[in-house]
């Protein structure tokens, strides 16, 4: 089992930044793979970024404005959002998967754990 709890989300105005942390407690943190999916009223999660390997991967709406990473030491996986657009306004979860090598997953179903997720909110 791994837990997992987000942090740092917040109303800010478009083009502004946010740092949203996931705090990992349990198993081997660094065993598992990062991902970052949101969610906005009325629509389905999707997926932001994942980090799994040392490598990363980001949703194209994100790409260049977002950048994952994480440190095992203190079991935490981070999201750092910059130029926020107001269409960034979601919940945002972590999630964590066992690592598959040479795998990166960008689906919803692959992730076993999730957080409880924290709002972002970008005014116009």
């Known amino acids: 089992q791994v837990q997992l709890v987000e942090s740092g989300g917040g109303l800010v105005q478009a083009g502004g930044s946010l740092r949203l942390s996931c705090a990992a407690s349990?198993?081997?943190?660094?065993?598992?793979?990062l991902g970052w999916f949101r969610q906005a009223p009325g629509k389905e999660r999707e997926f932001v970024a994942a980090w799994s390997g040392g490598r990363t991967y980001y949703a194209d709406s994100v790409k260049g404005r977002f950048t994952i990473s994480r440190d095992n030491a203190k079991n935490a996986g981070y999201l750092q959002m910059n130029s926020l657009k107001p269409e960034d306004t979601a919940v945002y979860y972590c999630a964590a998967r066992l690592s598959r090598a040479g795998l990166i997953s960008t689906r919803v179903r692959d992730y076993d754990y999730w957080g409880r997720g924290t709002q972002v909110t970008v005014s116009s």
């Open positions: 349990g198993r081997i943190f660094s065993s598992y793979d």
